[in-house]
């Protein structure tokens, strides 16, 4: 089954600004398994190895998600990638359809490439959205 991205705030899935004529599909997430930490680690001059006092602070990570776009003509995946583009405007809130109680909060701050693959009107985009620690 094939995971889908939703926005928390009104439980809209990505692929409904898909336009007439076009398809969006999710083929890959990339997510921590464990968000990062780091440690507060402190080295002593005149003793061995170093002190772990424990405590530490979250660090922003990343999510990436590959799609694809498919459609009978180019316009028309033009047109949908304009959608997602114009969806994907400032930090959002979302989750994906197979952790749904897991929620992100993050932002896209890098173009989105698209990539033709041939043959037929077909491309691909990954999408990496730099996530909040506190998420």
């Not at 094939?2 to 398809?23: E, R």
């Not at 047109?79 to 809130?93: E, F, P, R, S, W």
């Not at 491309?123 to 620690?133: M, P, S, Y």
Request: aromatic residues 10%.
């Amino acid at each position: 089954m094939a995971t889908t991205l939703y926005w928390s705030s009104a439980n809209t899935d990505i692929t409904s600004v898909a336009t007439t004529g076009t398809k969006i599909i999710i083929s890959n997430v990339y997510r921590p398994l464990k968000k990062p930490f780091t440690r507060h680690k402190v080295e002593i001059p005149g003793r061995t190895g170093s002190w772990d006092f424990g405590g530490g602070v979250q660090r922003d990570f990343n999510v990436s998600v590959d799609l694809t776009i498919t459609a009978a003509k180019t316009t028309q995946i033009m047109a949908c990638a304009n959608a997602i583009d114009t969806l994907l405007v400032g930090k959002k809130d979302f989750y994906f359809s197979d952790s749904s109680s897991m929620a992100y909060t993050g932002q896209i701050f890098s173009g989105i490439d698209l990539t033709p693959e041939l043959p037929g009107n077909v491309v691909r985009a990954t999408l990496i959205f730099e996530c909040a620690a506190s998420t």
